[in-house]
T-cell receptor, first 117, second 113 residues
């Protein structure tokens, strides 16, 4: 399956600063990438769908001006948490969807843990 | 509409005993079904997937799952648990085009020595 990396793996920042998280598809050109957020002991919640060369599609309740997504190439999508606050502390995971026969399978990055102080 | 229910939030087994993690789904379409495993502070790793081929699906690390349309279930099993199996497991349903993916709430598997 597709290999997905994320950088950084963890980050600690002060409240009010912005944090950029990179998601790279290492062996697959992904026109679409997905960004998820996972709070402790909870399931993954889809935040947005990142589309190469066009605007991201955000899920209901996710502020597009706070979570800026840039999908500048077929192998890189970035998520920038602007003016981060403690409530933004979470585990952020990206994924790519790769065709597999008649269906598609999602492959996930290792995640980025964000702690906002 | 699609939904997925993992019937147990927490399962505890002894090492060497069978594992059963239950998942029920609902879907208006022929779904694709997946099981992923997540170890602490890690991303999700694909265990296995069902995509309308054989109903008994074998995955990695000795796991398998059986798609039962009549019961709308896709339970995950393993004959003998290993300590390294302790993790969070997610059942996922997706429409055939992969445009909509729904995650279960997760089941935490604990394996006792």
């Amino acid at each position: 399956g597709a290999v997905v990396s994320q950088h950084p793996s963890w980050v600690i920042c002060k409240s009010g600063t912005s944090v950029k998280i990179e998601c790279r598809s290492l062996d697959f050109q992904a026109t679409t990438m997905f960004w998820y957020r996972q709070f402790p002991k909870q399931s993954l919640m889809l935040m947005a769908t990142s589309n190469e060369g066009s605007k991201a599609t955000y899920e209901q309740g996710v502020e597009k001006d706070k979570f800026l997504i840039n999908h500048a190439s077929l192998t890189l999508s970035t998520l920038t948490v602007t003016s981060a606050h403690p409530e933004d502390s979470s585990f952020y995971i990206c994924s790519v969807r790769q065709p597999s026969g008649s269906s598609e399978t999602q492959y996930f990055g290792p995640g980025t843990r964000l702690l906002v102080l | 509409a699609q939904s997925v229910t993992q019937l147990d939030s927490h399962v505890s087994v002894s090492e060497g005993t069978p594992v059963l993690l239950r998942c029920n789904y609902s879907s208006s379409y022929s779904p694709s079904l997946f099981w992923y495993v997540q170890h602490p502070n890690k991303g999700l790793q694909l265990l296995l997937k069902y995509t309308s081929a054989a109903t008994l699906v074998k995955g990695i690390n000795g796991f398998e799952a059986e798609f039962k349309k009549s019961e709308t279930s896709f339970h995950l099993t393993k004959p003998s648990a290993h300590m390294s199996d302790a993790a969070e497991y997610f059942c996922v349903v997706s429409d055939t085009g992969g445009f909509k993916t729904i995650f279960g709430a997760g089941t935490r598997l604990c394996v006792k020595a």
